[in-house]
């Protein structure tokens, strides 16, 4: 009789807990997805913009201003890729570097090219070869081979 009573009395212990356990999971599944979107939403703000800016300047002999403008582009892409985007670009040399912006660019005879220079200092590669970073001044200036 003990063995009995024993049995049943952990048997309807364990129903009552499971069905417990069971309104418990529709509360911890609501409270999941509560937590879930509270975490995507706080990512989501805590997450550092993937725009960044850069300021492009075309001049023609280092004097006329043609344009200045703030361009956005995403972390890890080519000059090249920000200038193709925003301009009407001709290039030379394999698609490797920028020989017309604009309509305004050096041909086979002319005597000109453009020069370009990011913050202050003169680039010594292609604009493909180049990662833009953020707040770069980038100079592009059409001038006269000497």
């Known amino acids: ?3 009995l009573l024993l049995t049943l009395l952990l048997t309807l212990t364990l129903a009552i ?3 417990a356990n069971a309104g418990n999971e529709t509360k911890t599944g609501n409270e999941s997805n509560q ?3 509270n975490q995507t939403s ?4 805590e997450q550092p913009e993937s725009q960044l800016s850069t300021t492009i300047k075309l001049t023609k ?6 344009s200045e403008e703030t361009v956005e582009f995403e972390e890890g892409e080519s000059l090249m890729d920000v200038m193709d985007r925003n301009f009407e670009l001709t290039t030379g040399f394999g ?3 920028i020989v017309g ?3 305004l660019g050096s041909e086979e005879e002319s005597d000109y090219y453009w020069n370009i220079s990011v913050n202050g200092e003169s680039l010594m590669v292609g604009a493909s070869d180049y990662t833009l970073e953020e707040n770069d001044e980038v100079h592009f200036d059409y001038q006269k081979v000497e």
Do not use: L
């Open 17 to 19: 807990t499971g069905c």
């Open 35 to 37: 937590t879930a979107n």
């Open 42 to 45: 706080a990512e989501t703000q």
């Open 95 to 97: 698609g490797d570097f």
């Open 1 to 3: 009789m003990k063995k």
């Open 101 to 103: 912006i604009d309509g």
């Open 61 to 66: 002999e280092g004097e006329e201003v043609i």
